[in-house]
Structure formats: C-alpha cells, structure tokens
T-cell receptor
Framework: DSGVTQTPKHLITATGQRVTLRCSPR?????VYWYQQSLDQGLQFLIQ???????AKGNILERFSAQQFPDLHSELNLSSLELGDSALYFC?????????????FGPGTRLTVL | GENVEQHPSTLSVQEGDSAVIKCTYS??????FPWYKQELGKGPQLIID?????GEKKDQRIAVTLNKTAKHFSLHITETQPEDSAVYFC??????????FGTGTSLTVIP
C-alpha cells in the first residue's frame, strides 16, 4: 500500500458526460501528479500540482482540468467525455515538486466511457 | 519533448534466468531515470532509479545501467523468480516533475 488513495475505483459513464476523480496524497506529500494509462499509449503525464499551485503540464486535453485543495487532496475533472478517454487514471504524490523524489502511485481509477 | 522507447514489449524467461529490458531516450538533458514495476490491478511502484552522474546502480537482484553517450539505459534482473512477473516501465525526466514513460514490458517468469 503506497499510502495514496484514489476514488472511485471504477467509473462507467456515457459519452458527453462529466466526471470527477479524487486523489488523496500520502501524509506529508505536497506534490500530486496525474497520469493517464491507456493500452496503446502507456503512461502519459497529465499535470502536476505542488502545494495548491500548478507546477507542470503535460499532454492534458482542454476538456480536462485539475486542482489541488488546501488539504492537499486533488481532483481531476474530465468533461465532454469521448470513447477514447476510457483509460486508467493514476494519481501519484511526492514530498517535493522540483527535485527527483520518488513518486508514489495510487491504485488508479478505471474509467469506461460507453 | 522527450521520447522514451522501450524493448521488448513482452519477455518470457525461465525461473532463475536473467531478464534485460532496454530503453532509449531522445533528450540529452534528461538526467533522472526511474524504473517502475506494475502488478495486476495496482499502481506502478518504483524499484530502482539512476541519475545521469552514475553509470550503474545495483540493489540485490536488480541493476540498472546508463549510457549517456548512446542515450540508453537498461534494467537487469538476475535469478528471476515467479513474483518478478509484472509489467515494467522505464521513464526519463529532466526537471523531476514531468516523467516520460516507456510503453512497458510484460515480464513472465516461468516456474
């Protein structure tokens, strides 16, 4: 158990809908990262937050947004969902955000868009 | 941006044999190279990492080598055991924030 929690574990929704994925980092970790894992593209970095502020941005679509709250949990919002958004979404956390610190991954949320 | 390629995509070895997974990267500015193991139904877990000022690092049965000139790095697992069966990912990072992952290698250790 990495100490990172993600909810829900599974999510099934329809195209055009909006969902919110939630992540609680390990106690003491200030940095949260979001990744998308699909069968054909592996693990893709989406976005990073450090202590409430956006720190780095990857291949995140404009339909996706994220935020980190004062209690350091983070939410990833996916809107206008398409079939191709079906994937595993992982959250990871680390102590700091600008050095090479180990990222601890949560168990993931499996999103299925029908 | 950085591009990481990983080979092979699948690998089967007999228990006790060695397994080698290779990755190449494109951006010479990358300076941190972690390896992750992902078991079924779980998130990736860091197993070993190497920084660009080091050529080799070992941790029990696992070792990683880095060739900065050729821009490639490899994971070596010796004396493989059935519990080593998993998907392994390499990654490269410049800033420590954004990681670029390889596409993964599914390792099967046959008892």
């Amino acid at each position: 158990d990495s100490g990172v929690t993600q909810t829900p574990k599974h999510l099934i929704t329809a195209t055009g809908q909006r969902v919110t994925l939630r992540c609680s980092p390990r106690s003491g970790d200030l940095s949260v990262y979001w990744y998308q894992q699909s069968l054909d593209q592996g693990l893709q970095f989406l976005i990073q937050y450090y202590n409430g502020e956006e720190r780095a941005k990857g291949n995140i679509l404009e339909r996706f947004s994220a935020q980190q709250f004062p209690d350091l949990h983070s939410e990833l919002n996916l809107s206008s969902l398409e079939l191709g958004d079906s994937a595993l979404y992982f959250c990871a956390s680390s102590v700091v955000g600008s050095r090479h610190n180990e990222q601890f991954f949560g168990p993931g949320t499996r999103l299925t868009v029908l | 941006g950085e591009n990481v390629e990983q080979h092979p995509s699948t690998l089967s070895v007999q228990e006790g044999d060695s397994a080698v997974i290779k990755c190449t990267y494109s951006d010479s500015a990358s300076n941190y190279f972690p390896w992750y193991k992902q078991e079924l139904g779980k998130g990736p877990q860091l197993i070993i990492d190497i920084r660009s000022n080091v050529g080799e690092k070992k941790d029990q049965r696992i070792a990683v080598t880095l060739n900065k000139t050729a821009k490639h790095f490899s994971l070596h697992i010796t004396e493989t055991q059935p519990e080593d069966s998993a998907v392994y990912f390499c990654a490269a990072s410049i800033t420590g924030n954004q990681f670029y992952f390889g596409t993964g290698t599914s390792l099967t250790v046959i008892p």
